[in-house]
Nanobody
Framework: QVQLVESGGGLVQPGGSLRLSCAAS????????MGWYRQAPGKQRELVAS???????NYVDSVKGRFTISRDNAKRTVYLQMNSLKPEDTAVYYC?????????WGQGTQVTVSS
C-alpha cells in the first residue's frame, strides 16, 4: 500500500498562483510515473499533468505555459505549480501514482479560482 497526501489547495483570485504538493509514503513512488488529475463539478476526471521518474513531463493543452509539474524523488514528493489561474481551473485536484499493478490516488484538494 502507498498513501499519497496532498496539500496546497485553496481559494485564489484569477491570475493568482498556487502550488500543490503530494507526498508518497513509500520509496517505490520515486521510480514510477506520477501525475495530477482534476475533476470539476459535473465533469469527468481529467489528466492535468504527468511526470516520469526521469523528469519527462506531459500537460493537457489548457494548462500548457501556466502549470509546471516537478518531483523530488529523494522526498518522494511531486509538485504542481499553477500560475495565471483561471476560473475554469476550479476543481478538486488529485495526485496519482501509476504502478504496473494499480493506480494510487490521494484524497483530493480543492482549488477554487474566484474573485
Amino acid at each position: 500500500q502507498v498513501q499519497l497526501v496532498e496539500s496546497g489547495g485553496g481559494l485564489v483570485q484569477p491570475g493568482g498562483s498556487l502550488r500543490l504538493s503530494c507526498a508518497a509514503s513509500r520509496t517505490i513512488a520515486s521510480i514510477y510515473p506520477m501525475g495530477w488529475y482534476r475533476q470539476a463539478p459535473g465533469k469527468q476526471r481529467e489528466l492535468v499533468a504527468s511526470i516520469t521518474n526521469g523528469g519527462t513531463t506531459n500537460y493537457v493543452d489548457s494548462v500548457k505555459g501556466r502549470f509546471t509539474i516537478s518531483r523530488d524523488n529523494a522526498k518522494r514528493t511531486v509538485y504542481l505549480q499553477m500560475n495565471s489561474l483561471k476560473p475554469e481551473d476550479t476543481a478538486v485536484y488529485y495526485c496519482n501514482l501509476n504502478l504496473p499493478s494499480r493506480d494510487y490516488w490521494g484524497q483530493g484538494t480543492q482549488v477554487t479560482v474566484s474573485s
